[in-house]
């Protein structure tokens, strides 16, 4: 009988399960929006996450696998993103001189473009469609929490 109760899901009360679902439903919701506003740059999330990661990195270019982790990519979303970026002229691949088998991600001057276009009305609809909704507190307790499981996820992760 205790084995069963070790074993038994720990369900949800009301309280839990309205936070999660108001969770899910509210960042899945605002990840389409803000991808969405982003399409007007021809952009999408995630490829606006690499332009950033890659403006922000020396000489604009980084390793495949860094940005993959940077971007909370798997290397094979990266790969084709980058094709897809690549055809758009945003980025370049360039092999890395001391290991043949890897790969540098360059951002090219229009990419640079691209980010630039892009940024403002990216932040102004964070803004609008996130921040404005919160208090300073809110902010400070939004970044504690995320910061304290995205630490645990990170942990899991190296653990695996």
Request: net charge neutral.
């Amino acid at each position: 009988m205790a084995h069963e109760n070790a074993t038994a899901p720990r369900w949800l009360n009301p309280t839990e399960m309205k936070a999660w679902r108001r969770y899910i439903l509210a960042s899945r919701r605002l990840i389409d929006e803000l991808d969405a506003d982003l399409g007007e740059h021809d952009l999408s999330m995630p490829d606006y996450e690499i332009l950033v990661q890659l403006s922000e990195a020396p000489d604009r270019k980084m390793r495949m696998s860094e940005l993959a982790a940077n971007a909370l990519l798997s290397r094979s979303r990266l790969s084709h993103r980058m094709k897809v970026m690549e055809k758009a002229g945003w980025v370049k691949r360039e092999a890395c001189p001391v290991d043949k088998r890897g790969y540098f991600a360059v951002m090219t001057p229009k990419g640079w473009k691209a980010i630039v276009a892009a940024a403002p009305d990216h932040v102004d609809s964070v803004r609008t469609r996130f921040m404005d909704h919160l208090t300073k507190a809110d902010q400070q307790v939004l970044a504690e929490i995320f910061e304290r499981i995205e630490e645990s996820l990170r942990k899991d992760a190296m653990d695996v």
